[in-house]
């Protein structure tokens, strides 16, 4: 199971229909957190994504709608009965969190981040304010045997493991190479750039993507507006979509002022087709 | 007008039917808010009570659970266009909120800590934590003319103005005192006791309040542990609002292991019948 729930889309301020900026990835029993704006665990229960069970937190930049709900949602696991699970939280530098025991806390820097059971989350740099980041996650690739073949070359049984071990084995047919009977399926993956301008280096890491999670706080007429800020529009983020040759693009941290996004929507369409507009509660499965 | 919004109801930890604690006093043109815990901003735009408009925000105590949603808000006054409007804040001793140059910090202290428009907030001491307070909102006192009285006595015009200024007034009938010709109605009283073992103090605090808000964290089987803990159970909340002879009683603070909440109403209604349980969004008219 890899599944991607938007817990909460809004930008800088909550709407009635749009919480505070959070991505929960949930792959097999692992559940992340890319960032926790206020408001956050009360999300999670609302969308039964089972915040109890939240492995690890990963903040983007140090902004406080992005991190809030952090602290809230510690404390609610503090309270777990018999005792808090660790939880490992990935903060940009200058912030700090105290007071939970079970929290490692450790820093987010561009590269691998933490190496998980079947995948990885490795951080790069954004454009936006100090010690912003996007994040990948990247499921492992895995051998595949090519089994007809595997079996005609009298692969069977514990030569299975052995080949994998050793990378070769002999066999009545003589000696049978692990590359000449397995192909490499390559893993899901999956980006959120966080708070940015558009930039090379989340082309660079979303090549290939199965999604890219971008935020389109703006609308192409207020390109300055985003230039400014360091924020991107819905085009932009279409742009680095379709350089990045990803699968599919959902963009989030929509700003308050779009009550409709059909205009972001189109914009980014009309680069990107395969675009979508994130919605709280929106449930992606990869 | 003069109405109690709960925006939030729960003790602790969020649930999907119960937001964090934060209760909203409008009275006239000034809006309140008696803690402000996670996912306040939010919530006061659900149910249109116009977060914008906070005057000030008061906190009972230092728990998280009761403040951390001030951050929020704080941050999204800040956006306002033109210039945030002067926000009061009033925290327990040993809090502090920095960043924030349109809020004026001030500390909760036993006694009158706000002077407004035809009304007053004080502070009484209440056993929890350290620094927990309990507020009353007391309207004041207005003077009230017998009409045909004053009349028969030869009050008119300016008069009125006069005997209101100098407390007495000469006119075809001789003086005339004011306390001769007027009433003096009371103001309407609303205590929150903040989350609080049952005592003297808020008895003493709510004598005579149109409104008593009051905590049940617990039933009556859990009273131990209500004790522990320094909270209440809705029977003793229910003992308090009767000994003070107050109007009606609203309970908050429910703890999310109450989904049903028909016991903690049936044992607060056996002691004192005008009890209900508060939910997110009951607003009362007082």
Redesign the interface.
């Known amino acids: 199971m890899l599944r991607v729930t938007f817990i909460g889309t809004s930008a ?5 229909e749009r ?2 900026p959070a991505i929960a990835i949930k792959y097999e029993s692992e559940l992340m957190l890319w960032d926790c704006g ?2 956050t ?2 999300q999670l ?2 969308y039964k994504v089972g915040y109890g069970s939240v492995n690890a937190i990963f903040i983007t930049h140090p902004h ?2 992005h991190y ?2 952090m ?2 949602l510690l ?2 696991l503090k ?1 777990s009965s018999p005792a808090p699970k660790p939880v490992r939280v990935f903060l940009p530098r200058g912030m700090d969190v105290e007071g939970y025991p079970f929290a490692k806390v450790e820093k987010v820097k561009a590269g691998e981040i933490l190496r998980g059971r079947g995948f990885s989350v490795r951080a790069f740099a954004v454009k936006h304010c100090r010690g912003s980041h996007g994040f990948v996650f990247q499921e492992d690739e895995k051998i595949k045997f090519h089994e007809e073949k595997a079996h005609s070359l009298g692969l069977q049984g514990t030569l299975f493991r052995e080949i994998q071990k050793n990378g070769k084995v002999k066999t009545g047919s003589g000696e049978v190479r692990l590359e000449d009977v397995t192909w490499r399926m390559r893993g899901r993956k999956i980006v959120y750039a966080g708070d940015c301008a558009p930039g090379d280096a989340t082309t660079e890491a979303a090549k290939g993507a199965d999604l890219l999670i971008h935020e389109a706080t703006f609308d192409s007429s207020m390109k300055d507006e985003a230039s400014e800020r360091m924020h991107s529009t819905a085009a932009q983020a279409a742009e680095v979509a379709k350089a990045a040759g990803v699968k599919r693009l959902a963009l989030t941290h929509i700003s308050p002022r779009y009550a409709d996004t059909s205009q972001l929507l189109e914009e980014a369409r009309a680069i990107f087709p395969e675009s979508e507009i994130a919605e709280d509660g929106l449930a992606i499965d990869i």
């Open positions: 800088s301020m909550p709407t009635t919480g505070m206020e408001g665990q009360r229960m609302r406080l709608d809030l709900g602290f809230g404390e609610t309270l």
